[in-house]
């Protein structure tokens, strides 16, 4: 089907972030951990040293716990926001895989505009910063932790996704993607020569 499709075209770029010659998922990955546990830590501190000095600690403990335990099920939860996404945009059921190194949501038989992939792609940053922002800011001291962690994730976590948004919108006008999960593929019409 998808061949059929993109018949008349030609691919021009093609990023597999899961190939070991170019090693970038292990890249993203690593600057995405280090990113968060940084941003959690001087968070945490932070919130600790502006907000509650005059309280225990103890069971702020228990809240970076919590925090923890979010971020340890928020790939699932990001990976579920693109398949929204992609049901939303196309009417069409993405696959969602969790692999080693790696969650990611694909559709190797859906053809995006360079819109929809924006929209698909982006989906996940945006609403859930719109989501976690707002409890950040005004939920109680105590339990800034909740949101705050899983927020970071979401920030750093994004990160590939962004690197692929660059790499379609730097794409030619008449271009369409093919995302495959961890590897994306644009192509243009033939004629476009």
Same mark, same amino acid.
């Given at each position: 089907?998808?061949?059929?499709?993109?018949?008349?075209?030609?691919?021009?770029?093609?990023? &597999?972030?899961?190939?070991?010659?170019?090693?970038?998922?292990?890249?993203?990955?690593?600057?995405?951990?280090?990113?968060?546990?940084?941003?959690?830590?001087?968070?945490?501190?932070?919130?600790?040293?502006?907000?509650?000095?005059?309280? !225990?600690?103890?069971?702020?403990?228990?809240?970076?716990?919590?925090? @923890?335990?979010?971020?340890?099920?928020?790939?699932?939860?990001?990976?579920?926001?693109?398949?929204? !996404?992609?049901?939303?945009?196309?009417?069409?059921?993405?696959?969602?895989?969790?692999?080693?190194?790696?969650?990611?949501?694909?559709?190797? &038989?859906?053809?995006?505009?360079?819109?929809?992939?924006?929209?698909?792609?982006?989906?996940?940053?945006?609403?859930?910063?719109?989501?976690?922002?707002?409890?950040?800011?005004?939920?109680? !001291?105590?339990?800034?932790?909740?949101?705050?962690?899983?927020?970071?994730?979401?920030?750093?976590?994004?990160?590939? &996704?962004?690197?692929?948004?660059?790499? @379609?919108?730097?794409?030619?006008?008449?271009? @369409? @993607?093919? &995302?495959?999960?961890?590897?994306?593929?644009?192509?243009?019409?033939?004629?476009?020569?």
């Amino acid at each position: 089907m998808l061949m059929k499709a993109v018949y008349d075209y030609k691919a021009i770029k093609r990023l &597999d972030l899961s190939d070991p010659k170019f090693r970038m998922l292990n890249k993203l990955n690593l600057f995405a951990f280090i990113s968060i546990s940084v941003s959690c830590v001087v968070g945490i501190v932070l919130n600790y040293c502006l907000r509650m000095l005059s309280q !225990a600690g103890g069971i702020y403990f228990v809240y970076i716990l919590c925090g @923890v335990a979010l971020c340890l099920i928020y790939p699932y939860v990001h990976e579920f926001a693109h398949a929204f !996404a992609i049901i939303v945009s196309r009417w069409k059921r993405p696959f969602v895989k969790f692999g080693k190194f790696a969650a990611y949501c694909g559709s190797p &038989d859906i053809i995006f505009g360079k819109g929809q992939y924006f929209f698909v792609a982006s989906f996940p940053f945006f609403f859930y910063c719109a989501l976690l922002i707002p409890l950040c800011v005004f939920l109680p !001291a105590e339990f800034f932790v909740l949101p705050f962690m899983p927020l970071m994730y979401n920030v750093f976590g994004s990160v590939a &996704d962004l690197f692929m948004i660059r790499l @379609v919108l730097s794409s030619p006008k008449h271009a @369409v @993607v093919v &995302d495959c999960g961890t590897d994306i593929v644009v192509y243009v019409p033939a004629s476009a020569n």
